[in-house]
T-cell receptor, first 114, second 113 residues
C-alpha cells in the first residue's frame, strides 16, 4: 500500500489554467518533498518542507508555488505552465528528526500541458 | 554540488544470475546512500540503503557495498528473477537528515527468463 497519497493521478491543463496537486501522508513525517521526473530520467528535487517551513527551493520557476498547510499535507499550485513542464510530479516524505532516514514516495501525478 | 554517476545504463542478465550496478559520487561529505527501484509507471521504492559508517549491508538477495575512499557504492542482486526487472536509481545525500538527495541517472535492468 502507498503511504503517501497523491491526487489527481493524471492532469491535463492548458497553459493559461491554474490547478493544484495534492499530497497527503499520515506517517508522522515532518519533511515533505516535491520532485519532477521526466521520462527515462531520475527524479529532480524541486522543494523541501521541514516542519511546515520551506527549507530547500531548487531554483524552481515561480509558476510552481508550493504550500504546506499542515504536517500531513503538501500542495503544489500550478499557473501558466509551459509544455516542457509536462512530467510526473512525485511527492515524498521522511522523518526529519532522525539521521539517515529514507524518503517514501507517492505514486505521482502525471501532468500534461497542452 | 554533488554529482552522482551510475553504470551501466542498461543491464540484461539471465534469470538466476547476479546483477551489479555501480555508482560514484563526487562530494566526500555525502554520508547516506539509498537505492530505489522504479517499475514502469510506478513510484520509486526504497530497496536498501547504507550509511557512511558501514561498509556493507545485506537484505536477502540484495546487498550494497560502500567504499568511501574511492567514493563509490554498488548494488548487488543475486539469483535474479523476472520481477527484478525495473529501473534502479542510486542516490547520495550530504545532509545528516537525508533531505537533499542527488540521484544517479538510473540503470534499466532486464532479467531474461
Amino acid at each position: 500500500d502507498t503511504e503517501v497519497t497523491q491526487t489527481p493521478k493524471h492532469l491535463v491543463m492548458g497553459m493559461t489554467n491554474k490547478k493544484s496537486l495534492k499530497c497527503e501522508q499520515h506517517m508522522g513525517h515532518r519533511a515533505m518533498y516535491w520532485y519532477k521526473q521526466k521520462a527515462k530520467k531520475p527524479p529532480e528535487l524541486m522543494f523541501v518542507y521541514s516542519y511546515e517551513k520551506l527549507s530547500i527551493n531548487e531554483s524552481v520557476p515561480s509558476r510552481f508555488s508550493p504550500e504546506c498547510p499542515n504536517s500531513s499535507l503538501l500542495n503544489l499550485h500550478l499557473h501558466a505552465l509551459q509544455p516542457e513542464d509536462s512530467a510526473l510530479y512525485l511527492c515524498a516524505s521522511s522523518q526529519s528528526d532522525k539521521y539517515f532516514q529514507p524518503q517514501h514516495f507517492g505514486d505521482g501525478t502525471r501532468l500534461s500541458i497542452l | 554540488g554533488e554529482n552522482v554517476e551510475q553504470h551501466p545504463s542498461t543491464l540484461s542478465v539471465q534469470e538466476g544470475d547476479s546483477a551489479v550496478i555501480k555508482c560514484t559520487y563526487s562530494d566526500s561529505a555525502s554520508n547516506y546512500f539509498p537505492w530505489y527501484k522504479q517499475e514502469l509507471g510506478k513510484r520509486p521504492q526504497l530497496i536498501i540503503d547504507i550509511r557512511s559508517n558501514v561498509g556493507e549491508k545485506k537484505d536477502q538477495r540484495i546487498a550494497v557495498t560502500l567504499n568511501k575512499t574511492a567514493k563509490h557504492f554498488s548494488l548487488h542482486i543475486t539469483e535474479t528473477q523476472p520481477e527484478d526487472s525495473a529501473v534502479y536509481f542510486c542516490a547520495a545525500s550530504m545532509d545528516n537528515y537525508g533531505q537533499n538527495f542527488v540521484f544517479g541517472p538510473g540503470t534499466r535492468l532486464s532479467v531474461l527468463p
